[in-house]
């Protein structure tokens, strides 16, 4: 690929475009800024901050060591652009927050918009909101304290409350004559950035929705109910901010409003919101898959090695379930080492096929691709996927063991263990996160554990007991 | 939570909407299209399909099975709607487009926006894509086949080439008078839907952004250079996708301008696209660290069988050799099988530690939050829980071990083993991943078999190494 032409982009990059291409972070902040911290040279630290675009500073505190990190908050907390606080990993902002102190912190929360300092402020541990709160003019706290009101995750918490409504009576040019009106006016009620208009009732329940870019493109004297859509999908203020992200991927919105039980327009989800949610949603699973919380990166050492002990401790259980399964078998192993050399090729096959099939159910039941229509197709599929990737992989290593230890009945039963266990590998696979999904526990968590702890233990028992069975 | 009162969507869901909440994709048609379909009631099926909301129509496609799918679409062939066609998966989208063939297919494709044609035309095989092209019109065909000049997955595929352009030196007034004007005329070359406005110089370099809520609320006399914003990212035409998607998250973009070599502007790119871009991009890192590929739900068994077969190959050859690892030390294990019955724990809990580092870090490399600035620190600490984690569960299975076969050397040897095979997992799992990145292999890809042909190694070697050394 030719390398592009770089567009310069002089007032959000200070520092020139490096070679990585146009979301390069701008690596070359990251040392002068050390080296001014180092220097103690609070102007010059100061200046390289300002100069930064809020989604790059906010990047250049998570990159930096905490102590920097704290250095740098020193230096520029009566200064902190809000928008860097809603755009910081929380264990970052914690840690930013608590250098910041409350005045500073009130401060940047009252000039972002409703959601973001709510964003902020719904992570804060109890005792801090109340002090962060009762720093903030009563007008914002309202809002702020309504939506706490809300469930966690829910399309309450991810609303703008700032909405453009229209009634259904006017026409265009009234509506566009209120919007250039309002932005006269000291009191704005206009939200910063919009992209559609809702018309409503009398009773505020939404009954069209009407696109920014249709208004503008319709003469003065049209009225509104004529060009609005009055298909939308209106979103319950309680929903989860999951589903809600399925409805703007799956209808391709760009805006929805957000209504509580009497059907009553409350607020509006706009799409910027939603791509942060698909992004964490998604890296949630990954790292659930993992074995890790969302949080990894930054946390404290020894934060870290506690959060992951839960997860090692369940894998040991199931390991010691597995070694158990093998002590059955002490005689027979000793009798013939070979056994003991081989087993793990079943066993860990097994993992690995099952692992497939695992990940393809898991995505498919979170983008709800698997449902009671197909579930049981998908099932036999895998099943008969396992029988023939066994069969295949049955043959290739029941030779290389009839070859490496000169006993072809031993090629025998690791094949055969091979194709059961394969086999097994797909049922699970599939069933396991399924039957998880059922009883409502996120199968993404563990799935892992269950598929992992059933292939070792059939993998390691069939091997075993067939081997005592045939070659003993 | 409460039950949300659910709010009617006559017009998009057929189907009163069942408990699952607002993104079920009701089921109850499922059933009633299967039944339709094999009571050979064209009518009904035909009624039941056109009553979908095109994303519901693609789900419907995608969950039926492939015989009943075939039935369906000789059903609705001539009248599938357009967006359905853009909406379905790769494989489902292969095989509606077989039985629809080519006339009616181009048909549909004219109607598209030309990003989303191009999506549809990019993934027919060569032959096919050359007939369909030759069935479409000269205007839309051109646009099409200029997209295909591009890369793949880069910015030139993704944009719209349909953009409102402004000259520098027009109102408000005269911006939003052209709009109605060429909404009016016969050949509108406006986009259906558009969120900025782009303010060009001359020689059709984009010099601002407006973005339609500012242009709304400004009296007409005003320039658009008044209100326009300066501050834009542009993306060059050959830019990857991810990294356009990067930029749009990192910068809470709605819609971005591209232009070529020259820095003119070519198109651009909105944030709907994006949000498919950001959904596929993490689902194929999900799929990939699961050893499957993206598409793997709807593909026919043996092509399924296949595909997973690669990955399980590569799996093969680091189980056998871990298996000679194994096999190098036979006479110890035949003078004390317990080493058999222990060997996997050591192996088991080095791929989960390892597994959780890697994790982190292949995640931390995507999303660009690991860089040279805080590499060192992350293996440091990632090394060090390793260490830590082992330490207990070293404590731990040394016991365990000590009381299973009543030999307190037996514990100390398990012990030593797991505290060494946990911090190399510590290091592997960071090393690994960032190695390959600099090399340029997606990490998500092959770290996984890497990490754990040295977890099974190292675990196997330390663990009957020390055992021979100590024990024998």
């Known amino acids: ?21 146009i979301a390069d972070p701008g690596l070359g ?62 264990t970052v902002r914690d840690h930013v927050i608590e250098h910041m102190g409350v005045e500073d912190l009130a401060a940047a929360l009252v000039e972002l918009d409703s959601d973001d300092a709510l964003d902020v402020v719904e992570e804060l541990p109890a005792a801090e909101q109340q002090q962060v709160l009762e720093a903030i003019p009563a007008g914002e706290r309202t809002l702020i304290e309504e939506g706490l009101t809300y469930p966690e995750e829910s399309a309450g918490r991810l609303m703008q409350r700032e909405v453009v409504t229209v009634p259904a009576h006017w026409t265009v040019g009234e509506t566009i004559d209120y919007m250039r009106m309002s932005a006269d006016s000291e009191k704005t ?151 003991a050399i081989l087993m793990p090729i079943v066993a860990s096959m097994g993992g690995n096929a099952g692992t497939q099939a695992l990940t393809v159910t898991v995505r498919a039941l979170a983008t709800k691709e698997l449902t009671p229509t197909n579930a049981l197709r998908v099932i036999g599929k895998e099943v008969l996927v396992g029988v023939l990737n066994g069969t295949l992989f049955a043959v290739l290593v029941g030779c290389v063991a009839w070859l490496w230890f000169g006993n072809p009945m031993l090629g025998v039963v690791i094949g055969a263990a091979m194709i059961v266990n394969m086999a097994v590998a797909g049922l699970a696979g599939t069933t396991i996160p399924l039957t998880l999904a059922r009883v409502g526990v996120d199968p993404a968590v563990a799935s892992g554990v269950f598929l992992t702890t059933v292939t070792d233990v059939v993998g390691f028992f069939v091997f075993l007991g067939l081997a005592a069975l045939v070659l003993m």
Chains 1, 2 share one sequence.
Do not use: C
């Open 189 to 339: 009620t206009l939200p910063e950035q919009f992209y559609d208009l809702f018309v409503v009732d009398p009773a505020h329940r939404p009954v069209g929705t009407i696109p920014l870019s249709q208004l503008l493109r319709t003469r003065r004297p049209v009225g509104v109910t004529e060009i609005m859509e009055p298909e939308m999908k209106l979103i319950p203020v309680t929903t989860d901010q999951e589903e809600v992200a399925f409805v703007f991927r799956q209808r391709d919105l760009t805006s929805a409003p957000v209504v509580d039980d009497a059907g009553r327009l409350v607020g509006a989800i706009t799409i910027d919101d939603v791509v942060d949610v698909i992004h964490e949603e998604s890296e949630e699973d990954i790292m659930l898959m993992g074995g890790v919380k969302a949080d990894d990166l930054y946390r404290a050492t020894i934060d870290t090695t506690r959060s992951r002990s839960t997860w090692l401790l369940v894998n040991l259980a199931t390991a010691f379930l597995a070694a158990t399964v093998i002590g059955l078998f002490d005689a027979t192993i000793e009798q013939m080492v070979a056994l």
């Open 29 to 90: 902040v990251d040392q002068a800024m050390v080296e001014a911290l180092d220097a103690n040279d609070r102007r010059r630290a100061r200046e390289l901050f300002q100069a930064l675009h809020y989604a790059d500073a906010a990047d250049l505190l998570e990159r930096l060591s905490p102590e920097d990190r704290a250095r740098l908050v020193n230096v520029v907390r009566d200064e902190m652009p809000p928008e860097v606080l809603s755009e910081l990993d929380e």
């Open 1 to 21: 690929m030719a390398e592009p032409k770089q567009p310069t982009d002089a007032l959000t990059d200070p520092a020139p475009p490096p070679e990585g291409g």
